[in-house]
């Protein structure tokens, strides 16, 4: 039997934030699968105060949201981590550090930490040794990165003999997602605004150029080099959502793609639509190869949702999993966890 099958594993929230919250709502649903035993936020409004009723609940779970991690990690010494806090591994990197030499293993929303090997490589280097140095585990993943672009795709070629290239295309209505989502693919901004932040290399979707590594060197893949673009949707019509508004003649979103080459063949072609007003949402992959692959979930797969779900699901396989930096390529097939109803 696995260690995270013989209990309840104890688990902390660092950062409680809207993914935060949703991942903190859906481990205490799980029963007995998880114990919460410590909840980390920087945010004074949320200090002292019960977690659950800070992430939305009615009913007190009696664990108070502190903001001295190191504290809460030595005192509560949990399972595991699930830590939601940032997108950029050079602003946080410490905190993964600090998780690892408490001696906990973490699954972590940061889409750097998906495959940080060639952005990141000297944190990379340090956070592997720091992990296998203290027998623990981190991993970065999420709906995407970490399956609808990349572990969906690897999978899907699960059933090849041969594999020539691989193309996924995503698209999704940002209308239907949450606040920060919709403002950070720049909706409502003039185009003029839309190239000031495009200029400061830190807007668009992060981790699509992680994916695309990902994809490349788990089949066996160098890349020679890789194409990477981001423009922006432009609204044909007025489109309202529950936070905002978008004019004819605004930024609805980004249109945000990579391919990555093997000499002047394209071996990997990720193509992502995220918009308000986006129709015929869908995740889908091609696999040019024998026996040809061809997926589609039709309405795409639900991201608020989806995130949270494999943070959660991702745990026990981490708890399992062979200690230092680890991506989903290296673990076991993700799949539901304590999700019988």
Same mark, same amino acid.
């Given at each position: 039997?696995?260690?995270?099958?013989?209990?309840?594993?104890?688990?902390?929230?660092?950062?409680?934030?809207?993914?935060?919250?949703?991942?903190?709502?859906?481990?205490?649903?799980?029963? $007995? @699968?998880?114990? &919460?035993?410590?909840?980390?936020?920087?945010?004074?409004? /949320?200090?002292? +105060?019960?977690?659950? =009723? #800070?992430?939305?609940?009615?009913?007190?779970?009696?664990?108070?949201?502190?903001?001295?991690?190191?504290?809460?990690?030595?005192?509560?010494?949990?399972?595991?981590?699930?830590?939601?806090?940032?997108?950029?591994?050079?602003?946080?990197?410490?905190?993964?550090?600090?998780?690892?030499?408490?001696?906990?293993?973490?699954?972590?929303?940061?889409?750097?930490?998906?495959?940080?090997?060639?952005?990141?490589?000297?944190?990379?280097?340090?956070?592997?040794?720091?992990?296998?140095?203290?027998?623990?585990?981190?991993?970065?993943?999420?709906?995407?990165?970490?399956?609808?672009? $990349? @572990?969906?795709? &690897?999978?899907?070629?699960?059933?090849?003999?041969?594999? /020539?290239?691989? +193309?996924?295309?995503? =698209? #999704?209505?940002?209308?239907?997602?949450?606040?920060?989502?919709?403002?950070?693919?720049?909706?409502?901004?003039?185009?003029?605004?839309?190239?000031?932040?495009?200029?400061?290399?830190?807007?668009?979707?992060?981790?699509?150029?992680?994916?695309?590594?990902?994809?490349?060197?788990?089949?066996?893949?160098?890349?020679?080099?890789?194409?990477?673009?981001?423009?922006?949707?432009?609204?044909?019509?007025?489109?309202?959502?529950?936070?905002?508004?978008?004019?004819?003649?605004?930024?609805?979103?980004?249109?945000?793609?990579?391919?990555?080459?093997?000499?002047?063949?394209?071996?990997?072609?990720?193509? &992502?639509?995220?918009?308000?007003?986006?129709?015929?949402?869908?995740?889908?992959?091609?696999?040019?190869?024998?026996?040809?692959?061809?997926?589609?979930?039709?309405?795409?797969?639900?991201?608020?949702?989806?995130?949270?779900?494999?943070?959660?699901?991702?745990?026990?396989?981490?708890?399992?999993?062979?200690?230092?930096?680890?991506?989903?390529?290296?673990?076991?097939?993700?799949?539901?966890?304590?999700?019988?109803?």
């Amino acid at each position: 039997m696995s260690k995270a099958g013989k209990k309840s594993l104890r688990v902390v929230q660092f950062g409680i934030g809207p993914i935060g919250a949703s991942t903190l709502r859906t481990v205490l649903s799980k029963g $007995d @699968a998880f114990q &919460l035993v410590g909840a980390i936020d920087v945010d004074p409004a /949320k200090l002292g +105060r019960d977690a659950a =009723v #800070v992430a939305g609940l009615e009913r007190p779970c009696g664990v108070q949201v502190r903001a001295d991690a190191e504290t809460v990690l030595r005192k509560t010494k949990p399972d595991l981590v699930f830590h939601t806090t940032s997108s950029f591994l050079d602003r946080m990197y410490d905190q993964l550090i600090l998780c690892a030499r408490a001696g906990c293993n973490v699954v972590s929303s940061t889409e750097e930490l998906s495959y940080p090997y060639h952005r990141h490589p000297r944190i990379s280097a340090e956070l592997d040794e720091v992990a296998r140095e203290n027998g623990v585990t981190l991993l970065g993943t999420g709906v995407n990165p970490g399956y609808a672009m $990349d @572990a969906l795709a &690897l999978m899907a070629t699960g059933v090849c003999n041969t594999v /020539k290239s691989i +193309r996924v295309r995503r =698209v #999704v209505d940002a209308g239907k997602r949450r606040r920060p989502l919709q403002m950070k693919v720049g909706a409502g901004l003039t185009e003029t605004e839309f190239g000031e932040k495009k200029a400061t290399g830190t807007f668009g979707h992060i981790g699509l150029v992680e994916s695309l590594y990902m994809v490349a060197e788990t089949l066996g893949w160098k890349l020679d080099r890789i194409d990477e673009r981001l423009n922006p949707v432009i609204s044909t019509r007025e489109v309202k959502t529950p936070y905002l508004t978008v004019e004819a003649g605004q930024v609805a979103g980004i249109h945000h793609a990579a391919e990555g080459f093997v000499g002047a063949r394209q071996v990997v072609s990720l193509d &992502l639509k995220m918009f308000v007003g986006a129709e015929d949402p869908v995740d889908a992959v091609t696999v040019v190869g024998d026996p040809p692959i061809d997926l589609a979930i039709r309405g795409g797969i639900f991201g608020d949702t989806a995130t949270v779900a494999a943070l959660v699901n991702a745990a026990p396989l981490v708890v399992d999993a062979r200690p230092g930096l680890v991506t989903v390529a290296d673990i076991p097939l993700p799949r539901a966890y304590a999700a019988i109803d």
